[in-house]
């Protein structure tokens, strides 16, 4: 639930959350140790490889001579993962006797290739840790909720560019408009990178008159890794739907010397060249730099994209325990003809003419920039703390200028043409984002702690200006334009008379602390427990100034249960708030308005099978979200304020997955989900919506992706996805079901060298991705068929 506080000192009750977590505490007494070397397979000690002991969040670093050390360890069985630096993870059991030395375990890794043959059970596809649910390296296995983890291998041979394009494979996420993702029925749209906010394809901080809006898909050219996190999570990350988060993990330099060449052509005149190269200088410093670049057209008329992307990393390593990371991006981002709506569509989701047809003229364009720069610090001080933190800078800027649908003539969808406006807008916001958070093992009699303790702070400065020329149905001059037979130059935007220019200004800042613990009752049964204070000081100008604070509290509390170690039972609930607009606080706009709220529980199975070379995770969850906002059709108590909004709705959502992945054999992968979701709205101030779907929300989903290397260096995937009907219930119309499948053929011609032939929608299928919020607008039409070749060279590889 959401808790306002009225006091100016909220840090006081994150204070005292933190004590009682610490309270009957001691400090750990290090019972013995492992130590060891990890070297490569020709022998030479291998620095900067992460040494992990399963199930106990414990871990260390090897040095320049490959040498690492675990303290504070009972006697016991243990398991290590030696990871990290481009080679091949790899495990070892370990046992310490109650008596005698320490044990000595010495690691010896493979360098990693392209080809699954080599990768017999846990290595570039399958993950088996995630910080993104706790903050700290956690199994997947001992974590109680619902997580998923995509590695850069499964994103390459998927070979897939954008965000959306992973919805797929992900159970109870699926596309709506944009930017925008439905997470266990609920849509939402921001997105983390390296566990900070920061989105540089287009942020929605506080939601400024929607001006963080954005129709720019996540590019996952710098991509290394995504992490999925299922349910609320704002006791550790703040305010945000209750459906879920994903997180962005971007490339970093390499141990050892790597690079990467890439060149793709395809269908609709695609063109891309990527070039990745990065390795150490001297013995404490890596360096990487790379640039991506690509040009595709659309099967949308006039449409089209131009994406360039500029990474630069650097590391330095003060020695085995400190670690310093800086990394910049540059992003540019060309749409032509766009912003791109859907294809009109009738009540029953039909389209009213072709896919291919667009509503925008060739001169539209949309002109995206970001600049990133992120540092990043991890620390693993004698003392048994671990300290990491991440600062962020961005700055981004959005020009969009495009011919925008406004209805149909006559006004009914057997309309022959569609009016349109013209609008002028521009968006910028530059972004301070800053997390840190400190972490170690205690002990309270037999009872293991990994407590952690951090604090957040976001602040985002928006900037949205907007100017329009009107359609000529309403004395304008915008002509319309024929939905059969589209005559395109006719809207000339420099023959127009724009409106004088709106102006919103926001600044909202946000301050949080939150404290967890992470708890190893015994072999059979682990606990976690979150919780979170979030200060919010927000303040704008639209017309008139607008400024908001408030306070809110989160927490999570899970169960996990392991009968056998490959086998873990789990419960969990967690709760969730978003906050209000900025200019919907307004009084005009029937302000101030209190947060939406949420909470989930959910319950589930893992299983590690065929000696944990295959991950089975069943769950069922249930979202109860109230005090949702929905626009006023009044437009506020005077009528004229188009941010206004009521606080009338209520909704829930309740499901099950089904996930299933891994490796069958050395040569066979398979990525396998399901996901039934059932939504419905509780309450509106429109009867005749009460108990309908949310929107864009399907009942059934289905994704798989499969590869089998049918010899030794040529493999095979296929891959489906299948989505059940979804509703604009307060639009009134539906988008139907589809189902399409892809084929890819890889061969590697040695280590250096690999083609890869893909196709996308082998039947050519017809369908729609998701509903727009009018029937003028439409639905979004999925592509047509697609053919790819790719060529990837890495000339440093062995």
Same mark, same amino acid.
């Given at each position: 639930?959401?808790?306002?506080?009225?006091?100016?000192?909220?840090?006081?009750?994150?204070? &005292?959350?933190?004590?009682?977590?610490?309270?009957?505490?001691?400090?750990?007494?290090?019972?013995?140790?492992?130590?060891?070397?990890?070297?490569?397979?020709?022998?030479?000690?291998?620095?900067?490889?992460?040494?992990?002991?399963?199930?106990?969040?414990?871990?260390?670093?090897?040095?320049?001579?490959?040498?690492?050390?675990?303290?504070?360890?009972?006697?016991?069985?243990?398991?290590?993962?030696?990871?990290?630096?481009?080679?091949?993870?790899?495990?070892?059991?370990?046992?310490?006797?109650?008596?005698?030395?320490?044990?000595?375990?010495?690691?010896?890794?493979?360098?990693?290739?392209?080809?699954?043959?080599?990768?017999?059970?846990?290595?570039?596809?399958?993950?088996?840790?995630?910080?993104?649910?706790?903050?700290?390296?956690?199994?997947?296995?001992?974590?109680?909720?619902?997580?998923?983890?995509?590695?850069?291998?499964?994103?390459?041979?998927?070979?897939?560019?954008?965000?959306?394009?992973?919805?797929?494979?992900?159970?109870?996420?699926?596309?709506?408009?944009?930017?925008?993702?439905?997470?266990?029925?609920?849509?939402?749209?921001?997105?983390?990178?390296?566990?900070?906010?920061?989105?540089?394809?287009?942020?929605?901080?506080?939601?400024?008159?929607?001006?963080?809006?954005?129709?720019?898909?996540?590019?996952?050219?710098?991509?290394?890794?995504?992490?999925?996190?299922?349910?609320?999570?704002?006791?550790?990350?703040?305010?945000?739907?209750?459906?879920?988060?994903?997180?962005?993990?971007?490339?970093?330099?390499?141990?050892?010397?790597?690079?990467?060449?890439?060149?793709?052509?395809?269908?609709?005149?695609?063109?891309?060249?990527?070039?990745?190269?990065?390795?150490?200088?001297?013995?404490?410093?890596?360096?990487?730099?790379?640039?991506?670049?690509?040009?595709?057209?659309?099967?949308?008329?006039?449409?089209?994209?131009?994406?360039?992307?500029?990474?630069?990393?650097?590391?330095?390593?003060?020695?085995?325990?400190?670690?310093?990371?800086?990394?910049?991006?540059?992003?540019?981002?060309?749409?032509? &003809?766009?912003?791109?709506?859907?294809?009109?569509?009738? &009540?029953?989701?039909?389209?009213?003419?072709?896919?291919?047809?667009?509503?925008?003229?060739?001169?539209?364009?949309?002109?995206?920039?970001?600049?990133?720069?992120?540092?990043?610090?991890?620390?693993?001080?004698?003392?048994?703390?671990?300290?990491?933190?991440?600062?962020?800078?961005?700055?981004?800027?959005?020009?969009?200028?495009?011919?925008?649908?406004?209805?149909?003539?006559?006004?009914?969808?057997?309309?022959?043409?569609?009016?349109?406006?013209?609008?002028?807008?521009?968006?910028?916001?530059?972004?301070?984002?800053?997390?840190?958070?400190?972490?170690?093992?205690?002990?309270?009699?037999?009872?293991?702690?990994?407590?952690?303790?951090?604090?957040?702070?976001?602040?985002?400065?928006?900037?949205?200006?907007?100017?329009?020329?009107?359609?000529?149905?309403?004395?304008?001059?915008?002509?319309?334009?024929?939905?059969?037979?589209?005559?395109?130059?006719?809207?000339?935007?420099?023959?127009?008379?724009?409106?004088?220019?709106?102006?919103?200004?926001?600044?909202?800042?946000?301050?949080?602390?939150?404290?967890?613990?992470?708890?190893?009752?015994?072999?059979?049964?682990?606990?976690?427990?979150?919780?979170?204070?979030?200060?919010?000081?927000?303040?704008?100008?639209?017309?008139?100034?607008?400024?908001?604070?408030?306070?809110?509290?989160?927490?999570?509390?899970?169960?996990?249960?392991?009968?056998?170690?490959?086998?873990?039972?789990?419960?969990?609930? &967690?709760?969730?708030?978003?906050?209000?607009?900025?200019?919907?606080?307004?009084?005009?706009?029937?302000?101030?308005?209190?947060?939406?709220?949420?909470?989930?529980?959910?319950?589930?199975?893992?299983?590690?099978?065929?000696?944990?070379?295959?991950?089975?995770?069943?769950?069922?969850?249930?979202?109860?979200?109230?005090?949702?906002?929905?626009?006023?059709?009044?437009? $506020?108590?005077?009528?004229?304020?188009?941010?206004?909004?009521?606080?009338?709705?209520?909704?829930?959502?309740? $499901?099950?997955?089904?996930?299933?992945?891994?490796?069958?054999?050395?040569?066979?992968?398979?990525?396998?989900?399901?996901?039934?979701?059932?939504?419905?709205?509780?309450?509106?101030?429109?009867?005749?919506?009460?108990?309908?779907?949310?929107?864009?929300?399907?009942?059934?989903?289905?994704?798989?992706?499969?590869?089998?290397?049918?010899?030794?260096?040529?493999?095979?995937?296929?891959?489906?996805?299948?989505?059940?009907?979804?509703?604009?219930?307060?639009?009134?119309?539906?988008?139907?079901?589809?189902?399409?499948?892809?084929?890819?053929?890889?061969?590697?011609?040695?280590?250096?060298?690999?083609?890869?032939?893909?196709?996308?929608?082998?039947?050519?299928?017809?369908?729609?991705?998701?509903?727009?919020?009018?029937?003028?607008?439409?639905?979004?039409?999925?592509?047509?068929?697609?053919?790819?070749?790719?060529?990837?060279?890495?000339?440093?590889?062995?």
């Amino acid at each position: 639930m959401v808790v306002r506080f009225f006091t100016s000192h909220p840090i006081r009750l994150a204070l &005292a959350f933190t004590f009682a977590f610490s309270l009957g505490a001691q400090e750990p007494q290090p019972l013995s140790s492992i130590t060891g070397r990890v070297r490569s397979a020709a022998g030479d000690p291998l620095r900067g490889i992460a040494i992990t002991v399963q199930g106990l969040a414990i871990s260390a670093e090897t040095g320049a001579d490959g040498a690492y050390s675990l303290s504070g360890l009972d006697p016991g069985e243990y398991t290590l993962v030696a990871s990290g630096g481009g080679y091949v993870p790899r495990e070892q059991g370990v046992t310490i006797p109650a008596s005698g030395p320490p044990p000595v375990a010495d690691f010896e890794l493979d360098g990693m290739a392209t080809s699954i043959d080599v990768v017999e059970s846990l290595k570039e596809y399958h993950v088996e840790e995630s910080s993104l649910a706790t903050r700290t390296a956690t199994r997947i296995l001992d974590l109680p909720q619902s997580v998923q983890v995509f590695a850069n291998q499964w994103i390459e041979d998927r070979a897939i560019l954008e965000g959306n394009e992973l919805y797929r494979n992900i159970s109870g996420l699926n596309q709506s408009t944009y930017s925008a993702m439905v997470f266990r029925g609920f849509t939402q749209r921001e997105l983390l990178f390296n566990g900070a906010r920061g989105n540089p394809f287009g942020s929605l901080e506080g939601d400024v008159n929607n001006a963080g809006f954005s129709t720019s898909q996540i590019r996952l050219t710098n991509v290394q890794r995504v992490e999925v996190l299922k349910g609320p999570v704002a006791s550790v990350y703040g305010a945000g739907e209750p459906g879920g988060l994903i997180n962005y993990v971007t490339k970093q330099p390499t141990e050892v010397l790597d690079g990467e060449l890439q060149f793709r052509i395809g269908s609709f005149g695609q063109r891309m060249a990527n070039a990745d190269f990065g390795g150490p200088v001297g013995k404490r410093v890596l360096l990487r730099g790379a640039f991506y670049l690509e040009d595709r057209d659309s099967f949308r008329a006039n449409a089209g994209s131009l994406n360039s992307h500029a990474v630069a990393d650097l590391v330095f390593k003060a020695n085995e325990r400190h670690r310093f990371a800086l990394q910049g991006e540059f992003i540019n981002q060309g749409l032509s &003809a766009a912003r791109l709506r859907g294809i009109p569509v009738d &009540a029953d989701g039909n389209w009213l003419t072709y896919i291919q047809w667009s509503g925008n003229e060739p001169t539209d364009k949309i002109k995206m920039i970001a600049r990133v720069l992120q540092a990043r610090g991890d620390h693993n001080f004698q003392s048994g703390w671990d300290v990491s933190y991440t600062f962020r800078v961005l700055g981004f800027e959005n020009n969009d200028n495009c011919h925008e649908p406004r209805g149909f003539n006559p006004p009914t969808a057997a309309g022959r043409t569609i009016r349109r406006e013209y609008r002028d807008f521009y968006r910028s916001n530059d972004d301070w984002s800053g997390v840190g958070y400190a972490s170690r093992s205690v002990m309270t009699g037999t009872v293991r702690h990994r407590i952690l303790f951090g604090t957040e702070y976001f602040a985002q400065d928006h900037v949205f200006r907007s100017r329009r020329a009107r359609e000529q149905e309403v004395g304008g001059p915008v002509p319309a334009i024929d939905l059969f037979n589209p005559i395109y130059g006719r809207g000339v935007p420099g023959n127009y008379t724009l409106s004088a220019p709106a102006i919103s200004t926001g600044e909202t800042k946000r301050l949080g602390v939150f404290a967890q613990d992470q708890i190893i009752i015994n072999r059979y049964v682990q606990a976690l427990f979150s919780g979170r204070v979030d200060r919010y000081d927000d303040k704008g100008f639209a017309d008139v100034p607008v400024s908001f604070q408030d306070t809110a509290a989160s927490g999570r509390a899970g169960i996990l249960l392991k009968p056998r170690e490959q086998v873990s039972i789990f419960a969990s609930y &967690a709760n969730s708030f978003t906050r209000a607009p900025l200019f919907a606080q307004a009084p005009a706009a029937n302000g101030p308005h209190t947060a939406e709220t949420g909470g989930q529980v959910e319950g589930g199975v893992k299983v590690e099978m065929l000696q944990r070379r295959l991950l089975l995770t069943s769950s069922v969850f249930h979202i109860n979200k109230d005090n949702i906002l929905r626009a006023d059709p009044n437009f $506020g108590p005077a009528g004229d304020n188009f941010n206004a909004v009521l606080p009338v709705g209520k909704a829930r959502s309740t $499901g099950y997955e089904f996930n299933l992945e891994g490796f069958f054999t050395s040569r066979w992968y398979a990525a396998f989900n399901y996901a039934l979701v059932d939504t419905k709205i509780l309450r509106d101030n429109v009867p005749a919506l009460i108990g309908r779907p949310l929107a864009n929300a399907p009942r059934h989903s289905t994704g798989l992706f499969t590869r089998y290397n049918v010899l030794r260096n040529t493999g095979v995937g296929f891959g489906i996805e299948q989505v059940s009907e979804r509703v604009e219930p307060f639009a009134g119309f539906r988008a139907p079901g589809y189902l399409i499948a892809d084929a890819a053929l890889y061969h590697d011609f040695s280590s250096r060298a690999r083609l890869q032939l893909q196709v996308t929608n082998l039947a050519n299928s017809t369908h729609a991705l998701a509903a727009l919020f009018a029937t003028r607008v439409g639905n979004f039409p999925g592509q047509p068929r697609a053919v790819m070749l790719t060529l990837t060279v890495n000339p440093f590889r062995r």
